[in-house]
T-cell receptor, first 119, second 116 residues
Framework: AQKITQTQPGMFVQEKEAVTLDCTYDTSDQSYGLFWYKQPSSGEMIFLIYQGSYDEQNATEGRYSLNFQKARKSANLVISASQLGDSAMYFCAMREGGAGGTSYGKLTFGQGTILTVHP | GAVVSQHPSRVICKSGTSVKIECRSLDFQATTMFWYRQFPKKSLMLMATSNEGSKATYEQGVEKDKFLINHASLTLSTLTVTSAHPEDSSFYIC????????????FGPGTRLTVL
């Protein structure tokens, strides 16, 4: 079974509008972390936002916020006031286990969503 | 955020030759670095975990003798693709884990390898 699922291969949004990119995950660990990365056409992976499994509040970073619904195992990324420069591939990733575990740090990535922002 | 560099950014080589890719954490020490491979418009696939001062841990299906990893210092890990074949052509990305806080992985800009 997929550990991280991004069901939207592509999304389109109008400039200045908000957009939600979906991510669901599957884990039996109590301690885990969820990350979102942006990959522009240049190829670099840019860290956007992080949500820990024990964090009670949804993470926010500027125009990015993470809609964390633990019971539903979803961690959707919300981008507000979209800009043309937001056009990129977006990856959701999960890190399982707590610090000190033998596999600590390994990230499992979703399939990615290509976001296109229209002027 | 922390900065990770990767060199070279692009390399073209002939079949049978070896290629070395360097990954450096520029402003932090990274006891753990990771090497990923990515095909066009696909997700990142973890190849191996590189730990400073010890042997790398390879993911299932990744040939350790073909993809040699050395983590010689707290700021440098290298991936050597030995006896390269055209099917090794891909985008290789490294990441370095900054310990402390949320232990974020920061990624290098990637290396595009083309084997002729």
């Amino acid at each position: 079974a997929q550990k991280i699922t991004q069901t939207q291969p592509g999304m389109f949004v109008q400039e200045k509008e908000a957009v939600t990119l979906d991510c669901t995950y599957d884990t039996s660990d109590q301690s885990y972390g969820l990350f979102w990365y942006k990959q522009p056409s240049s190829g670099e992976m840019i860290f956007l936002i992080y949500q820990g499994s024990y964090d009670e509040q949804n993470a926010t970073e500027g125009r990015y916020s993470l809609n964390f619904q633990k019971a539903r195992k979803s961690a959707n990324l919300v981008i507000s006031a979209s800009q043309l420069g937001d056009s990129a591939m977006y990856f959701c990733a999960m890190r399982e286990g707590g610090a000190g575990g033998t596999s600590y740090g390994k990230l499992t990535f979703g399939q990615g969503t290509i976001l296109t922002v229209h002027p | 955020g922390a900065v990770v560099s990767q060199h070279p950014s692009r390399v073209i080589c002939k079949s049978g030759t070896s290629v070395k890719i360097e990954c450096r954490s520029l402003d932090f020490q990274a006891t753990t670095m990771f090497w990923y491979r990515q095909f066009p418009k696909k997700s990142l696939m973890l190849m191996a975990t590189s730990n400073e001062g010890s042997k790398a841990t390879y993911e299932q299906g990744v040939e350790k003798d073909k993809f040699l990893i050395n983590h010689a210092s707290l700021t440098l890990s290298t991936l050597t693709v030995t006896s390269a074949h055209p099917e090794d052509s891909s985008f290789y990305i490294c990441s370095a884990q900054e310990r402390g806080g949320i232990d974020t992985q920061y990624f290098g800009p990637g290396t595009r390898l083309t084997v002729l």
